[in-house]
């Protein structure tokens, strides 16, 4: 059974960076496809960013293309997501996921495994 445990979350000023990790035990994190989505309070969740096992081809939201950056590290079992030139709508709760599909979506039915996510909040 996969497992996934998010950090690196925290209060950041417009403009600033973070770096969110995710720490997989209990498989690896080569046989899955990963994903970040975020949640803010009112909204539906939606996907951030995704990394396919077939390839590691990547996909992001249009509003943080060129500004967030999917990554993994499968030798230590982590994903990265880095995130420079925060804006004050991207405060959420971000969450890790990671499904056995060969190519990932930002469709959140297709992740069968999440973490119990980590606040973002950009504010000055």
């Known amino acids: 059974q996969l497992q996934l445990v998010e950090s690196g979350g925290g209060l950041v000023q417009p403009g600033g960076s973070l770096r969110l990790s995710c720490e997989a035990s209990?498989?690896?994190?080569?046989?899955?496809?990963v994903a970040w989505f975020r949640q803010a309070p009112g909204k539906e969740r939606e996907g951030v960013a995704c990394?396919?096992?077939?390839?590691?081809?990547?996909s992001y939201k249009d509003s943080v293309k060129g500004r967030f950056t999917i990554f993994t590290d499968k030798a230590k079992n982590l994903v990265f997501l880095q995130m420079n030139s925060l804006k004050p709508e991207d405060t959420a709760l971000y969450y890790c996921?990671?499904?056995?599909?060969?190519?990932?979506?930002?469709?959140?039915?297709?992740?069968?495994?999440w973490g119990q996510g980590t606040q973002v909040t950009v504010s000055s």
């Open positions: 996921a990671a499904g056995g599909l060969r190519i990932a979506t930002m469709s959140d039915w297709e992740y069968d495994y």
């Open positions: 209990g498989s690896f994190l080569r046989y899955y496809s």
């Open positions: 990394s396919s096992r077939a390839g590691g081809a990547t």
